[in-house]
């Protein structure tokens, strides 16, 4: 079965350092999304990508977030510059359409020293 | 902005049913979710149901949605050992981007 996949599955980084987080989608969905979960919070939307642009994004998704999807397969979450906050276990999904199921990935956990 | 809520944690015997409960704000909810997530692990898609039905039954599992009330609820079968886990509710908006908004969790420990 077609699942999500995510790398790496745990990064440490010191703060202030960027870092890139790297999904493949499903291979026949077209939207994409970020997640992230704080740990004993609840998971988070950051932001939601199609036809190569944001179609949504959060007040968490602030100038320091950026996506790309820089090839035909990966989705990619870069943290320009890391804050002690954004250690979290950080979720890609892909959905076929908007508005439709969403299925995620294993997730990888950022820990920012 | 919408918000969804759930108990934090149920303990139920083996072969028990679990009910799972959870209550959201959004009254343009579209799809509402149930994910199960273990242990280490991602969230995995148990199954949804569409803001015009009432029921839906997917083996072991049924949901039911009061929309009325705003409320969803998860009841699992014969609960296992391996159904241990935590439980997220979820809904999509009507929304451009198709964000999902999460409960909490409840954590659901099955004794044998």
């Known amino acids: ?28 969905h077209l939207y994409f999304y970020w997640y992230r979960q704080i740990l004993g919070q609840k998971v988070e939307f950051l932001v939601s990508f199609y036809n190569n642009e944001i179609s949504e994004k959060s007040e968490i998704f602030d100038d320091q977030f950026s996506v790309e999807r820089p090839d035909g397969s990966n989705f990619t979450l870069k943290i320009r510059s890391t804050k002690l906050e954004d250690s979290a276990m950080y979720f890609c ?7 439709e ?13 | 902005g919408e918000d969804v809520e759930q108990s934090l944690f149920l303990s139920v015997r083996e072969g028990d049913s ?44 049924t949901v039911l949605l009061n929309k009325k009330d705003k409320h969803l609820s998860l ?33 659901l420990m099955v004794k044998p």
């Open chain 1, 1 to 28: 079965e077609p699942e999500v996949t995510q790398t790496p599955s745990h990064q440490v980084t010191q703060m202030g350092q960027e870092v890139i987080l790297r999904c493949v989608p499903i291979s026949n």
């Open chain 1, 93 to 99: 999904a892909s959905s076929v359409v908007g508005g």
């Open chain 1, 101 to 113: 199921t969403q299925y995620f990935g294993p997730g990888t956990r950022l820990l920012v020293l």
């Open chain 2, 18 to 61: 679990s009910v799972i409960n959870c209550t959201y704000t959004d009254s343009s909810s579209t799809y509402l979710y149930w994910y199960k997530q273990e242990p280490g692990a991602g969230l995995q898609l148990l199954t949804y149901i569409f803001s015009n039905m009432d029921m839906k039954q997917d083996q072991r599992l």
């Open chain 2, 75 to 107: 009841r699992i079968a014969d609960t296992q050992t391996g159904d241990s886990a935590i439980y997220f509710c979820a809904e999509s908006g009507n929304n451009a981007g198709n964000m999902l908004t999460f409960g909490g969790g409840t954590r």
